[in-house]
């Protein structure tokens, strides 16, 4: 009997490529001919350009050209949109977004000259060159400070600096529950911003062919077609025919990648211009004040108990910044992605959420790993924590209280969830983590000065995305079978997944396969990566793909076999006819397919299938992590010593790469809760983490030997594969368990709320404050 390979823990096969040095990725592209661009960018949060010299940097050796906005605007080049609708209270400000400047900046990074050069040190020498005078105006960085009247007006079409106000919930009932509450605990909680920092920075190359005024834009991207339709559609305003999006290897997404910039738009539109190829990559630094952040999310939060402490109602009121423009989703995360998952694995009966989106002098805000999800669960997280501490409840106990425990469970935000393992999950993480023995551990970390902290904290992740996807599967003149998907991988194993799936469909063995992505010519449509879809979209696209090539399969079986059709049938790689002997293996049927003299009349040569995967249905993954840290009262510094992770992803096709995410995903989570802060100077709006040397990433020696693992007892009937989203879980649950490890360190100093990240600084003073308010009860 044939081996299944779902389920199979393979090793990666794109890894070997890889590690060879064979990966293909945009810097790396020998394109003949190719122009550098190089962006001047402002170095002001807000300011107006009152001169621009330009002529120096032309004349220049080696400089094609020197572009300003005017120059876009005289050729009808159009604005950045922002895509995203909401059901907004307050409708949706979008600011116009060219791609250069048009006379006064907004954040400091702001595009306002584009040079294009023979070679990159000729295009930076040339920005060098331009003379540009600024007359600085007032700034202001954070969202509450943007909202008090005497702030200053970024935008005039956005009073007081209002992108939007959404609502979502029954304010009604949330109120009246809060009313005949026994207890009510509440808090400030930030969700503090961070940039994503993958391996490899943006980079793009843009070329026009002449003859067929098309355009090819080849990117570090995740999402080809949503790229094409945005530029093709409100940039370049052509048929999408006319705009072929490439993206090969990518080194990192986690969002970022997924919206459209100004750069992109550039390379394009200077290629045509020019009549060469035009490539831009960019660095650290410029990928830190270019590219979107994530998070940024402060939020007052309030959680009602009754006097048995079941939970009644939860309620939040946040500011969300966007930044000084709306990235292409950039709305999205923090209105109906977090309130989807707002009260997360727990039965509260009602909800209700306000969140206003503020413009502000800094980057853009769009989806970062996770996207509204883990700024839903934090909240709720440290409430049920903060509500442990303030009723005497054991917050284990709690939690037990109040987790869904009956499927189908629909919550107050109107999500119906299938199923899960959730009281399951937090058992098996209390277990596995080794609660019975804290106290012992917590006395020998007291005796060595330190102060040792438990934390727990359960998660609730909605994934889906964009409710469509399609994929291909078409057997090859060389005897390969290639599946096209338009989903795109940036790191996640789809080349080793997903012929794990039509492995085991077709009966073949998965070196029969080659995995194709990331270009627009490929398929006719795809929606890339982002929400943890890929596999419940892009895989069931695959799987209904797959099924239709054997359908194919079985009309060309019988006509070859001569049998009707209702008595063939396909079984591990044979077409049969049942009740005889008569059969032909796939790959020779395949063979025969090529030739239209084999084939039943109007049957189209080939053995091929294709298919839309359309599903509104989300995934529900969900978990519980325990986390226990050790922190020095004399430093602050927090070690993270233990790491437990329980969570239930439903089925799982490759067991090994699914775990990788997940610990992927749990660094980043670490990385928010103990490391990055993107921090501005309130004056000047200055980006102070803007470089490695200032914004601290996590490094090996910051993570601890995960325990735990992944269960695959509740599939979910969402999808034909019973999978649930693993891309973005860790970065959902790790933040709130380390914050809560953090403070049940702290709890014995009377400290129980303290912000993220908790860096040495900030743990040092919270604990010399305390230290302060003991010898001063009065104060």
């Known amino acids: 009997m044939r081996k299944r390979y779902q389920g199979q823990s393979l090793d990666r096969l794109e890894d070997l490529r890889f590690l060879t040095g064979r990966g293909r990725y945009v810097a790396d592209d020998a394109v003949p001919g190719v122009l550098h661009a190089y962006v001047l960018r402002s170095p002001h949060a807000f300011a107006r350009i009152i001169r621009l010299e330009l002529e120096a940097a032309r004349a220049l050796p080696g400089v094609a050209a020197v572009f300003t906005e005017a120059d876009l605007a005289a050729d009808g080049i159009g604005e950045l949109p922002c895509v995203t609708v909401i059901d907004a209270v307050e ?43 600024y007359e600085p105006l007032p700034c202001v960085t954070a969202p509450a400070a943007a909202l008090k009247p005497d702030a200053p007006l970024i935008w005039p079409e956005a009073p007081g600096n209002s992108a939007f106000l959404f609502r979502k919930g029954n304010a009604a009932a949330v109120a009246a529950a ?87 738009v ?21 990928d830190f004040v270019s590219s979107a952040h994530g998070r940024d999310f402060i939020a007052r939060a309030k959680l009602a108990l009754d006097n048995k402490g079941r939970f009644l109602a939860l309620d939040v009121r946040a500011l969300a910044n966007m930044g000084a423009y709306l990235s292409t989703n950039g709305p999205i995360s923090s209105t109906n992605a977090a309130a989807s998952a707002m ?97 012992k551990r917590r006395r020998q970390s007291r005796k060595a000065g330190f102060l040792r902290g438990i934390g727990v904290a359960c998660f609730l992740e909605t994934a889906r995305g964009v409710p469509t996807e399609f994929a291909r599967a078409a057997f090859e003149a060389d005897g390969t079978v290639s599946l096209a998907v338009g989903t795109q991988s940036n790191g996640q194993g789809h080349e080793t997944a997903w012929p794990q799936i039509a492995a085991d469909l077709l009966g073949l063995p998965i070196d029969a396969f080659r995995f194709h992505q990331g270009d627009t010519d490929l398929l006719p449509d795809g929606h890339g990566h982002g929400g943890a879809r890929s596999m419940h979209m892009g895989g069931t696209a695959l799987v209904l793909a797959i099924e239709k090539l054997i359908g194919k399969g079985r009309l060309i079986a019988a006509h070859l076999l001569q049998s009707p059709l209702d008595q063939v049938s396909f079984e591990a790689g044979r077409f049969v006819v049942q009740g005889t002997g008569r059969a032909i293996e796939i790959r020779e049927l395949a063979d025969a397919a090529t030739d239209g003299a084999n084939l039943p009349e109007g049957l189209a040569a080939g053995l091929e299938g294709s298919a839309t995967n359309d599903c509104a249905l989300y995934t529900f993954p969900n978990g519980c992590h325990v986390a226990e840290v050790e922190i020095d009262p004399d430093t602050g510094l927090v070690r993270l010593d233990r790491y437990t992770i329980v969570d239930d992803f439903g089925s799982l096709i490759n067991p090994r790469v699914a775990l990788g995410q ?33 914004y601290a990433l996590p490094r090996a020696q910051d993570l601890p030997i995960f325990a735990g693992g992944l269960n695959d007892e509740a ?22 368990t380390i914050m809560n490890a953090v403070l049940d360190a702290l709890a014995p100093l009377g400290i129980h709320e303290l912000d993220m990240p908790a860096t040495p600084f900030r743990v040092w003073s919270a604990i010399q404050a305390a230290r302060e308010a003991g010898r001063n009860p009065q104060r």
């Open 343 to 439: 009260g997360g694995v727990y039965d509260i009966p009602s909800i209700s959420v306000e969140v206003r989106g503020v413009f502000t002098n800094t980057q853009p805000v769009d989806a970062y790993r996770g996207a509204g999800k883990p700024e839903a669960n934090y909240l709720i997280e440290r409430l049920v924590n903060l509500a442990a501490v303030r009723t005497g409840i054991d917050a284990v106990a709690l939690r037990r209280r109040n987790i869904v425990s009956q499927f189908p469970h629909r919550t107050a935000m109107g999500m119906t969830i299938d199923g899960g393992r959730f009281a399951a999950n937090l058992n098996d993480a209390i277990a596995l983590a080794g609660f019975d023995g804290f106290g």
């Open 662 to 694: 997940v610990h992927g995903g749990v660094a980043q989570g670490i990385g928010q809760s103990l490391l990055e802060h993107v921090v501005f100077d309130a004056a000047s709006g200055q980006l102070l983490s803007g470089s490695l040397m200032d």
């Open 91 to 133: 409708p949706i400000v979008v600011p116009p977004r060219p791609a250069l400047a048009p006379g006064v900046v907004r954040h400091v990074g702001d595009p306002v000259v584009c040079i294009i050069a023979e070679t990159q040190e000729a295009a930076i020498a040339a920005g060098e060159a331009v003379d540009v005078a």
């Open 266 to 286: 550039l390379v394009l539109w200077a290629a045509k211009k020019l009549g060469r190829p035009v490539r831009w990559v960019s660095d650290r630094a410029e």
């Open 715 to 736: 599939p979910t009937a969402s999808n034909r594969l019973g999978v649930k989203g693993t891309g973005q879980a860790g970065s959902i649950a790790a933040p709130q």
């Open 178 to 264: 809060f009313a005949s509450a026994a207890h009510v605990v509440e808090c400030d909680l930030v969700n503090n911003r961070v940039v994503a920092a993958p391996l490899e920075t943006r980079a793009a190359i843009g070329v026009h062919d002449h003859n067929s005024d098309r355009f090819l834009l080849t990117l570090t991207g995740q999402a080809v077609h949503d790229t094409r339709r945005v530029l093709a559609s409100s940039v370049f305003r052509i048929p999408l025919e006319r705009m072929r999006v490439v993206v090969p290897d990518v080194g990192g997404g986690f969002g970022m990648k997924n919206y459209v910039y100004p750069e992109y």
